[in-house]
């Protein structure tokens, strides 16, 4: 075999090996929008290809009085949006003062940080019961903003200073010779050019809140005030016997459209921040 | 001069703690109080309604090492058949095997990504897509897929001849661990490979065309040359997944209910707490799953050198 024969069959090979990848990655989604469009028994067929296409499994999910699906959606997006309103407000400022302040015991804060991210969610699942029913927070979609900061803020921090570290010396330095106070050097200096880091953590940190389900499992019992991961689980036929695949399905890729949208849009910059987070430490 | 300085520095020092002030008090209201009481009820025997009215006993540590407890050594059936024993044993196999296969399949990927082919970035798109898609609708889409009646999996395996009877691939015992470790594997290898893909695109490019002219087979390059290179940052990568992994609830939970055969330590905890409404003794366990968690955490800071005083 000779050399130009070699290099022929190595492309072969990784155009072999790229097609792999993307059927393992995409398949199950585009099983999931087939049969969402799939309805009676067609849906039992395990064809690759809706027959007749319909969309009746979505309309389905927001014409059952008993399953208000439109309003679920709503409540994930509203408490979605709180969280990451709430961290990246807490975030902005806690990493100007970790990346750019030297004071002492300042690393023994930022390991407390990262440990947190490492928290498994159970172990707080008793102490929180406890302190979301003494506050009246149980039972209400808004509720879980609290519970939900346990994993989105240490993550918004973190990433964040590692951004604010690295940012110039001398945009700082300026601003202090002009006489700006610490507040007006967050405000006016760093936060304009902190845009991108925002956007990159505010979306993990709505992403991460969307798909929670443990929390809003266990602090949520109220139906109106569910949110999408629990609505979904919840999906139920007529009768016990009968899962209602089509109309699960639907609710699924509704749910997930909107975020691959913002994933494909980001990508650049949510791999950037994913690595951020876990490899430079 | 140095006193105007030292004095900058000082109110430079206070304004650091006025900023994080509000942040250290969201984190100590939603992690540490929170820990710290799961830790007091698992000295109790409180129930979820004894929480509310403070009617519980200090029992101490009759829910670690007690008849019933967490680590009850003397349990008739030996203490890896029980629940929690289980619970164990389930979420450390889980773990093991969802980290290695992703491990391999992330260095492929990443190895595959980082190749110059046309419709590369498609590609590193597509790889994304598994990655943003909830947890929970994974777990039914996989649910689905592997339906033993209806399910693609078993009509595309009947058809190639693989297997002669459908499988009941999330309800039978023998089969329902490694679904969801496939489920896990296919959601988060993607998660892997883009990590080892930062690694790899940092490397020094001139050892390659050293390499290269000297005629070194690419296979013998890649063990001596990649793999060495890469390690720090694929250990850490592979602790930061352990530590997912360990904590594992959605997808066991949504693709097999409570089921003991696949029940993970936070399914367990979560089991005891709410359905069962044993507080004190569900806390019990999240205590350990804390420790052991915590543990990994600081083999984790170790390996990844986390360096504070830059």
């Keep these: 075999m000779n050399y130009q024969q070699q290099k022929i069959l190595g492309a072969i090979g990784l155009y072999l090996l790229v097609a792999v990848i993307a059927l393992f990655c995409l398949f199950p989604f585009y099983f999931a929008i087939v049969t969402s469009l799939k309805s009676g028994t067609e849906l039992f067929s395990s064809s690759l290809w809706p027959a007749s296409p319909s969309i009746k499994n979505y309309i389905a999910m927001f014409t059952v009085a008993e399953h208000p699906f439109g309003r679920h959606i709503l409540n994930s997006l509203m408490v979605s949006t709180l969280v990451v309103i709430a961290s990246l407000f807490l975030g902005v400022t806690a990493s100007y003062a970790l990346g750019r302040i030297q004071f002492r015991g300042r690393g023994l804060l930022l390991l407390t940080v990262l440990a947190v991210s490492m928290f498994p969610q159970v172990a707080v699942l008793s102490g929180m019961f406890e302190l979301m029913q003494a506050i009246g927070f149980y039972n209400h979609w808004w509720g879980l903003t609290l519970p939900y900061m346990v994993f989105t803020l240490p993550f918004t921090v973190w990433v964040l200073t590692t951004f604010v570290r690295d940012l110039p010396k001398e945009l700082e330095e300026a601003a202090i010779m002009d006489g700006c106070t610490p507040w007006g050097i967050i405000t006016k200096v760093f936060l304009p050019v902190m845009w991108p880091a925002l956007v990159t953590t505010g979306l993990l940190a709505f992403i991460a809140a969307w798909n929670e389900f443990m929390f809003a499992l266990t602090f949520v019992l109220n139906n109106a005030d569910r949110t999408v991961p629990v609505s979904i689980s919840l999906i139920s036929g007529a009768d016990k016997y009968e899962i209602p695949w089509g109309k699960i399905m639907a609710a699924s890729v509704l749910v997930t459209l909107p975020l691959i949208a913002l994933v494909l849009i980001f990508q650049r910059k949510i791999v950037g921040g994913l690595t951020a987070g876990a490899v430079k430490g | ?310």
Aim: hydrophobic letters at 55%.
């Design chain 2, 1 to 310: 001069m140095s006193t105007k300085t030292s004095e900058l520095t000082r109110e430079r020092t206070r304004s650091a703690w006025i900023f994080l002030a509000p942040t250290l008090l969201v984190l100590a209201l939603v992690a540490g109080w929170p820990l710290g009481r799961t830790i007091f009820f698992s000295f109790t025997d409180a129930s979820l309604e004894a929480i509310g009215d403070s009617t519980y006993n200090m029992v101490g540590f009759q829910n670690y090492f007690g008849e019933y407890g967490v680590f009850n050594l003397n349990a008739v059936e030996g203490f890896w058949s029980t629940d929690w024993g289980m619970a164990i044993r389930n979420t450390f196999k889980f773990s093991f095997f969802s980290v290695v296969t992703e491990t391999l399949l992330g260095v492929i990927f990443a190895l595959v990504l980082n190749a110059n082919f046309k419709g590369r970035s498609f590609i590193r798109a597509a790889v994304l897509v598994p990655w943003a898609i909830p947890t929970i609708v994974s777990a039914k889409m996989w649910a689905w897929i592997m339906n033993d009646q209806f399910g693609v999996m078993n009509a595309l395996l009947r058809s190639a001849g693989i297997i002669d009877h459908n499988i009941a691939w999330t309800a039978d015992p023998h089969f329902a661990l490694w679904s969801v470790v496939l489920v896990d594997v296919w959601k988060t290898t993607p998660f892997m490979a883009l990590l080892i893909l930062a690694a790899l695109q940092m490397l020094p490019t001139d050892c390659y065309e050293a390499a290269h002219v000297d005629g070194i087979h690419p296979v013998r390059v890649f063990f001596k040359v990649t793999v060495p290179l890469i390690w720090p940052a694929l250990m850490v990568a592979v602790i930061f997944r352990l530590l997912d992994a360990l904590r594992v609830f959605d997808i066991i939970y949504v693709m097999t209910s409570n089921s003991v055969d696949t029940i993970s330590m936070s399914g367990f905890v979560r089991r005891e707490i709410v359905d069962n409404n044993y507080v004190g003794y569900g806390s019990a366990a999240s205590t350990v799953l804390f420790l052991i968690i915590g543990a990994c955490t600081v083999l984790y800071l170790k390996l990844a050198k986390v360096d504070m005083s830059k």
